[in-house]
């Protein structure tokens, strides 16, 4: 598994974020090891609730373990495989979140942004993880693939009016959007 948890400072401003806003229904792009998962999760009310999409099954079954640990086992449900056609098939069945941390692969930040939006209750808060890039983002030299699709997102956030949007310079970048009610 690789070492690319969310850093311990990203982790207590996710908790405090789902503290203030208390959701009921928190969508996770990318478990990985369970970090987020356990930060997101223990904030949550008593009959909040945590879907994490986590496209492999052995790191799902990492955090699940985590999560049983930490006491949070019976708040998350994981669900396996491309997140992207995950979220197609909960909009589908008519399922809606009203948080989001989007922390799994750069070159779809766009499109996860594009479908939480569809699976997204009015006033929902959509959070995602190292859109700066170690600050390549604002060099135009820089064209790998994952950089450029950052760009794309940051962009998409900036200039969609159903958000209201901040990027933080909180350790790789952090956007935090709001959907307009």
Not at 8 to 29: H, Q
Not at 87 to 107: E, P, R, T, V, W
Request: net charge negative.
């Amino acid at each position: 598994m690789p070492a690319i948890s969310v850093k311990p400072e990203v982790g207590r401003f996710l908790s405090l974020l789902v503290s203030i806003a208390k959701p009921r229904n928190i969508m996770e792009i990318g478990a990985l090891g369970g970090y987020s998962g356990i930060m997101l999760a223990s904030a949550l009310d008593k009959e909040g609730s945590l879907t994490s999409l986590e496209l492999e099954e052995a790191y799902a079954n990492v955090a699940k373990d985590n999560l049983n640990r930490a006491g949070l086992g019976d708040k998350v449900k994981y669900v396996i495989g491309p997140a992207l056609q995950n979220m197609d098939s909960l909009h589908s069945a008519g399922q809606q979140y009203d948080f989001f941390f989007i922390d799994a692969d750069k070159i779809n930040y766009p499109n996860y942004f594009q479908a939480a939006l569809k699976l997204a209750t009015p006033g929902a808060v959509i959070v995602a993880d190292n859109t700066l890039q170690g600050d390549n983002v604002f060099d135009e030299n820089v064209t790998t693939a994952h950089v450029t699709a950052i760009r794309e997102f940051n962009e998409q956030v900036a200039t969609d009016e159903r958000v209201e949007a901040m990027l933080l310079p909180l350790c790789d970048g952090l956007t935090i959007c709001r959907v307009k009610p």
